[in-house]
Every structure is written in structure tokens, then in C-alpha cells.
């Protein structure tokens, strides 16, 4: 049989799977900081504390937005720091996107810092990130609090929670931590292109 193609494409409309959004895709926010928690970048006990929260995402994409911690600051003026990392043997890896420094004001009460990374990144489906927190190599007491009660973060759908890892080497090597300090990961659903099909 001939075909007959019709010059252009024909757009159904009703193959849109996913539509855009942002969500949180983890999250234990809101909540009540504990007081204590980790002491991000040098401590006054002269450890260099880091810590970070995994995600694995699912079947589809995401742009991220915003990372929201829980922190304080006891100490003269800080630097809250970090970024993404890719996952290496259930341990953050290499840094994808750096997050933008943030400022954070002596005697500080715990309050939700949004921290967000100086250009776009997306969390690729089916791979598996690092949401790091850092502080400067200056001794400091930036905290990054834990919630009263302590509270696991619940993730978003599409999305899987893959726990906390917690160096005192300043990354050099990791273990895991049951400290559920207060974050919420922000990010916006990549929508499934439009399909289109040439009619015979």
C-alpha cells in the first residue's frame, strides 16, 4: 500500500504524561529545632564536620529549585556552603553543582535558610544525589539542627529516601547518622515532551 506522508507532524495533545510543578520531593519541614544537631565546616572541638541527605529519583526528572535547612549560629557571622554530589558506594561522590554561599548572622536563631546552586541543574531519572551542607574552615559553631521529636524526612512521588551521611573528615570518608536535621529539597517535574507522529 502507498503512503502518503502529510508534510509537518500532528500534535496530540493527550500524550502530555507528566505536567510541571514544584514540589517538595523530601521533606521533614515544618518543625521544631532540637538545639543541636551538626556542626557544619571546622568545629570548636577542631573536627571539620559535613553532612548530606539522599535522594534516588525516579522515572522522571527533575529541575532542582531550592534546598531549605534548619540552621543556626552561636558563633560570629558564617558561611552556610555545599552543593549536589553524585552518589559513590552510598556516599557522596563528586560535586555536580556548587551550591551559592549564604550568610548566616551571628547569634542566630534557628530559622529555614533556602539555599539554591548559582546555575540550573536536573536530577537525571533513575540516578541517585547528595544534598551536602558545609561550613568554613574557620572555627565556627554553624549548626544544622535536628527536629524535637526527631523526624525521618518523607519523600515526595517518583522520589526514594536514601538516608543522612555524616564525615567529621571533611569528606574524606563518610557514615551514616540517624540525626534527621530539618531540610526540605524543592524541585520542579521535567514534563514529557509532546509526541508527535507523521500520518500515513
Known amino acids: 500500500m502507498k503512503k502518503n506522508w502529510i508534510a509537518g507532524t ?3 495533545g493527550c500524550l502530555l504524561l507528566a505536567s510541571s510543578g514544584q514540589a517538595q520531593i523530601l521533606s521533614n519541614l515544618p518543625g521544631t529545632g532540637s538545639g543541636s544537631g551538626t ?3 571546622l568545629g570548636t572541638d577542631g573536627a571539620d564536620r ?10 522522571t526528572a527533575f529541575d532542582f529549585d531550592s534546598m531549605v535547612a534548619l ?6 557571622a558564617s558561611t552556610l556552603s555545599g552543593g549536589i554530589y553524585s552518589d559513590s558506594a552510598g556516599n557522596p561522590g563528586t560535586l555536580l553543582a556548587a551550591f551559592a554561599p549564604v550568610a548566616i548572622p551571628e547569634n542566630q536563631t534557628a530559622a529555614e535558610i533556602s539555599i539554591t546552586t548559582a546555575a540550573p541543574y536536573q536530577l537525571a531519572a533513575g540516578t541517585t ?11 565556627n559553631n554553624l549548626m544544622w539542627e535536628s527536629l524535637n521529636p526527631n523526624t525521618a ?18 569528606g ?11 531540610m526540605t529539597i524543592n ?6 515532551e509532546l509526541q508527535s507522529f507523521q500520518v500515513e
Open 10 to 12: 500532528v500534535v496530540v
Open 39 to 41: 556542626n557544619l565546616g
Open 50 to 59: 559535613t553532612k548530606g541527605v539522599g535522594v534516588t529519583i525516579g522515572a
Open 71 to 76: 540552621i543556626s549560629n552561636t558563633t560570629p
Open 129 to 139: 544525589y547528595w544534598f551536602v551542607l558545609d561550613g568554613p574552615d574557620t572555627t
Open 153 to 170: 524526612p518523607t519523600a515526595g512521588a517518583g522520589v526514594t529516601y536514601v538516608g543522612y551521611r555524616f564525615s567529621s573528615t571533611g
Open 172 to 182: 574524606s570518608s563518610w557514615g551514616s547518622s540517624s540525626t534527621y536535621n530539618g
Open 187 to 192: 524541585a520542579t517535574l521535567v514534563p514529557v
